[in-house]
């Protein structure tokens, strides 16, 4: 994710494919320990994904979460300072407080090191390396171009035609980058 944008994401890597739906539940939905520990700048620890707090914070993710087995989300935030670059989630299929915090924290640390080492480069003929920001843009570029089209479209404000995109695809069932290439390509008409 970037700063102050938990909406232009990337993911890195996930330790195997339920990872990765897990993340994209998150972007997709706008929702979830991810996306609230980056805006909040603290670790979100979830020890029961079908607690009464939860569902009433995540509503739909933790309905998605609980549809695959995940029972626990543990979310630390990648910053520098108060500067957030990301975020590192951890997942379980029981329920049950994280007893490694500490050991979980120095991986954060790490990670946002290499994170940083990524974006620099050293020597007269290093090649510069893609700025991750950029990374984050390009992989969910057909949401944000769908987006702005929906936005300028009906006449309303992107955060708006983000969120009107996001029910559409939370409402049937369908990935958000195929609701947007469909309403980028004329297949899908979202009115007011």
Not at 3 to 18: C, K, M, N, V, Y
Not at 127 to 139: G, H, K, N, Q, Y
């Amino acid at each position: 994710m970037t700063e102050g944008q938990p909406d232009g994401r990337l993911l890195l890597g996930a330790s195997d494919e339920q990872g990765v739906r897990i993340e994209e539940w998150q972007f997709g939905l706008g929702e979830g320990p991810c996306v609230s520990a980056f805006v909040a700048g603290r670790p979100v620890l979830v020890p029961d994904l079908q607690a009464r707090e939860a569902c009433l914070r995540w509503p739909m993710f933790t309905r998605e979460a609980a549809s695959a087995g995940v029972a626990a989300v543990f979310a630390f935030p990648l910053q520098v300072g108060v500067i957030g670059i990301g975020v590192m989630d951890c997942y379980r299929s029981r329920v049950g407080p994280l007893a490694e915090i500490a050991e979980a924290l120095a991986v954060v640390d790490a990670v946002t090191v290499a994170l940083l080492n990524v974006e620099i480069t050293s020597g007269e003929d290093a090649v510069p390396e893609v700025a991750l920001f950029d990374l984050s843009w390009r992989t969910h570029a057909v949401v944000h171009q769908a987006t702005g089209a929906l936005s300028a479209e009906l006449g309303i404000l992107v955060g708006e035609a983000l969120a009107r995109l996001r029910a559409y695809a939370f409402r049937y069932s369908r990935p958000l980058d195929e609701v947007a290439a469909d309403v980028l390509s004329g297949r899908l008409h979202l009115t007011r």
